[in-house]
Nanobody
């Protein structure tokens, strides 16, 4: 089992920045990749970004709507993943979840590929 705990959410003005963190514990050595998803009211949960964990292959995936604004990173030694979010827009308002997958194949946008999920942290961007 892997436990994930997000933090860092909050309320900011449009154009502001937030950094989300996700701390992993438990059998985190089984994790092959991790990702961030978000869920806004009335919308489907959607992928935001994902990163492969083994240090020799730090392949990163970003959804088009966050490219150039968000940066995903991971510190395996600290079992922590971050999502640096800049130039935030009201459309970025959502509950943000971190997730971890033990699958070998990197399928960053497939929610079913992630066996472990955090409880979520709320991000609210006002105009």
């Amino acid at each position: 089992q892997v436990q994930l705990v997000e933090s860092g959410g909050g309320s900011v003005q449009e154009g502001g920045s937030l950094t989300l963190s996700c701390a992993a514990s438990g059998h985190s050595f089984n994790v092959k990749y991790m990702g961030w998803f978000r869920h806004a009211p009335g919308k489907e949960r959607e992928a935001v970004a994902a990163i492969i964990i083994p240090i020799l292959d730090r392949t990163i995936y970003y959804e088009n709507f966050v490219k150039g604004r968000f940066t995903i990173s991971v510190d395996k030694a600290r079992n922590t993943m971050w999502l640096q979010m800049n130039s935030l827009k009201p459309d970025d308002s959502a509950m943000y979840y971190c997730a971890a997958s033990a699958r070998a194949a990197f399928v960053p946008t497939d929610k079913d590929a992630y066996a472990y999920w955090g409880q979520g942290t709320q991000v609210t961007v006002s105009s």
